[in-house]
């Protein structure tokens, strides 16, 4: 909690210097306004924004999503190409019951069993067939870990979506 609250000082102070605005429609044709932040001083990427700062609107925190189908299956055992398009599908259903898309995402978090930076091409490839083209990508933050919540699974993604009321 303490990290949130830091997180959203830091943005409030970032809004306030003036960063450039973009703006973009979320599923209902509604504008949201969007501040991409990629300051000076810090690395300028094309897969991922440094932050990005929404003003109004309604925050969907998606729990981690893995590899399960709608059954409780695993997809793919063993193949982290097959379970990260697993979890992004996942998403997509949970984002659609909460009126949002994967335009309206401002976060990312990945984490990666046993990762390996090889790996980092694969998750990319499958975000970026998710994500709106022509739009900045959101902030994110990849980890590795040893393990996740079942031994079988390799990738868990939880994301935050702003969608304009």
Known sequence: MKKLAAVILLLLMLISAGFS?????NAKGKRSE????????VVKS????????VS???????????AL??????VGSGDLKAQTIQAFENMKAVLAASGATFGDLVKFT???????????AVIRSVRDSYLPKGQPPPASTLVGVQSLFR?????????IA????
């Open 21 to 25: 605005q973009a703006s973009s429609k």
């Open 34 to 41: 969007k501040q991409v932040i990629n300051p000076d001083g």
């Open 46 to 53: 094309p897969s991922y924004s440094q932050a990005i700062v």
């Open 56 to 66: 109004g609107g309604k925050m969907v925190f998606v729990s981690g999503q893995v």
């Open 69 to 74: 189908n709608a059954k409780g299956e695993l």
């Open 110 to 120: 990945f984490f990666v069993k046993n990762y390996d930076p090889a790996q980092i």
């Open 151 to 159: 031994d079988d699974v390799l990738i868990e993604i939880e994301a």
């Open 162 to 165: 702003v969608v304009s009321k």
